[in-house]
């Protein structure tokens, strides 16, 4: 199984603030690669898809990079209502891993 | 409007069986893969089973193989989790979710609470 590390797995930062949130997959994992946010007691919401597809509606200010078996998340400028646990998850070969989440706070 | 709406969840005792269901709308049911996600009290996202569009292809996490059963009635835009020998590490809310490469639309979940 493919095994997903995120990192940090916790973030204190304000509001303006450039995050970048990491993703590093055991194997190469081509472009399966889709981030996720979560607020408190809500279904999770597709943000960025095979890597860096911005899905509609989503701002701008989010955006995804990498290759092979390392990935990013960069939210460029935070606001009040990107406070969340963001999660990353390979698609690549059941089972389809999630990462252990980045949870960004307020700072 | 896509709708997905999660059902039949509740407290079961440790050993028992409970059948969740999901039940879509706004969009066709039939084209689409779909998999249950579920996440413990606290606890991350744990992707759990996936169906083919026509219900040919299942697979698994290796920690529900072989207890637990995904299934759909594509007549009825609904989506099954069986859940059987269920046991107290069981405890989430349960969601469903469309796939294909990933996973766009979610419903709202429902709680599953294995304890005695």
């Known amino acids: 199984d493919i095994q997903m590390t995120q990192s940090p797995s916790s973030l204190s930062a304000s509001v303006g603030d450039r995050v970048t949130i990491t993703c590093r997959a055991s194997q190469r994992i081509n472009n399966y690669l889709n981030w996720y946010q979560q607020k408190p007691g809500k279904a999770p919401k597709l943000l960025i898809y095979a890597v860096s597809s911005l899905q509609s509606g989503v701002p701008s200010r989010f955006s995804g990079s990498g290759s092979g078996t390392d990935f990013t998340l960069t939210i460029s400028t935070l606001q009040p209502e990107d406070f969340a646990t963001y999660y990353c998850?390979?698609?690549?070969?059941?089972?389809?891993?999630f990462g252990g989440g980045t949870k960004v706070e307020i700072k | 409007e896509v709708q997905l709406v999660e059902s039949g969840g509740g407290l079961v005792r440790p050993g028992g069986s409970l059948r969740v269901s999901c039940a879509a709308s706004?969009?066709?049911?039939?084209?689409?893969?779909m998999h249950w996600v579920r996440q413990a009290p606290g606890k991350g996202l744990v992707w759990v089973a996936r169906?083919?569009?026509?219900?040919?292809?299942?697979n698994y996490a290796d920690s529900v193989r072989g207890r637990f059963s995904i299934s759909r009635d594509n007549a009825k835009d609904t989506l099954y989790l069986q859940m059987n020998s269920l046991r107290a590490e069981d405890t989430a809310v349960y969601y469903c979710a469309t796939g294909g490469m990933q996973h766009e639309f979610w419903g709202k979940g429902t709680l599953v609470t294995v304890s005695s």
């Open positions: 169906i083919k569009s026509d219900g040919s292809t299942t």
């Open positions: 998850q390979e698609t690549y070969t059941p089972p389809l891993t």
């Open positions: 706004g969009f066709t049911f039939s084209n689409y893969w």
